[in-house]
């Protein structure tokens, strides 16, 4: 992975750790002393590696002499130094032969502070989830990061004192089906409130993913930080789809009303829309009847600024712009 920052890549005083042990792994940073067992482990998976998530256009592993391997080790050693970025090799507890790789490296996306890749060779296959598991487990106890992107398993927008906002996967879908389903989630739901169906929500997801790769903000789903579960949505989109104003969101399932999780990760939104991603305003859109809804916009700090025209309906407008 290559890096090009301009801001420091984690704090002044925070020491990257020097690794993670497990029953079945172990993490230490990757140096030229694991060169010819780096090699090996690589060189023997090659295809193995590139059907990995967060591998998916094949350019890599691509062929390298042992030597040029060694630089490549040597350059992962430098950033590492320079914390720049951050290379672990995974090594077998018992022979401390090279098992993977874990890499953490700024992310290209001013969503996501930072992007967690890695790899295991084909030998070791079945580690490739518990180590993807206790990797991320790990970055969000003992590192400094607002939100990590594991492409190909979990992108993660924000994180709150309970939720994690992540990225839309089409298998979302089905545990938001309860909120879409549901006729009385759904009461104050876009034009006219009605509920829908299975096929119809699969294909709102899809929409809310594409515009997520359009305009590089979208909803997200809301995910427990503890269980993993998705209970709603929440984020950022343009208003009917289309702009030009975008409008932040919070749709939950009926049993997470009451508990101020709008609140929450309203907030959160507002943070990354005027933080990353440099927006200059962004506005909340209700129906003047759901009360419980303008209550989350005032009590994230938006002002009202009277009724709009919008989803075929005169509503109300809150607005909320930096600082």
């Avoid at 906002?165 to 089906?177: G, H, S």
Wanted: proline letters at 7%; a negative charge; glycine letters at 8%.
């Amino acid at each position: 992975m290559e890096t090009d920052q301009r801001t420091p890549f984690v704090p002044e005083r925070f020491v990257a750790p020097a690794g993670l042990a497990t029953a079945s792994f172990l993490l230490e940073p990757l140096g030229p002393q694991h060169n010819e067992s780096d090699h090996d482990a690589w060189t023997s998976s090659i295809e193995h590696i590139r059907s990995t998530p967060g591998y998916p256009d094949g350019s890599w592993p691509h062929p390298m002499t042992l030597e040029q391997n060694r630089g490549d080790l040597e350059r992962h050693q430098r950033d590492f130094e320079q914390r720049k970025g951050f290379t672990y090799t995974v090594l077998d507890p018992g022979s401390r032969s090279v098992i993977g790789c874990v890499y953490v490296y700024p992310s290209k996306q001013p969503l996501h502070d930072a992007e967690l890749l890695l790899w295991v060779r084909a030998t070791h296959a079945q580690l490739d989830q518990p180590l993807w598991q206790a990797v991320w487990d790990w970055l969000e106890r003992d590192w400094p990061f607002r939100s990590v992107s594991a492409p190909g398993r979990l992108e993660v927008v924000a994180t709150t004192e309970r939720f994690r906002l992540q990225l839309l996967r089409p298998l979302d879908a089905e545990p938001l089906q309860r909120l879409y389903g549901d006729p009385e989630a759904m009461r104050y739901v876009g034009a006219d409130g009605s509920v829908r169906t299975p096929e119809q929500t699969a294909a709102g997801v899809g929409r809310l993913i594409d515009h997520q790769h359009e305009h590089g903000f979208s909803l997200w789903a809301v995910a427990g930080r503890d269980h993993g579960e998705v209970i709603g949505v929440a984020g950022l989109v343009l208003v009917e789809m289309a702009g030009p104003e975008v409008e932040v969101v919070y749709e939950l399932v009926r049993d997470a009303w009451g508990r101020g999780i709008a609140t929450e990760v309203g907030r959160a939104c507002l943070d990354v829309a005027f933080g990353p991603l440099g927006l200059e305003r962004v506005v909340a859109l209700s129906y003047p009847e759901n009360a419980p809804s303008v209550r989350v916009m005032q009590k994230i700090g938006m002002r009202d600024d009277g009724e709009f025209e919008a989803y075929g309906r005169r509503l109300v407008r809150y607005v909320a712009e930096p600082g």
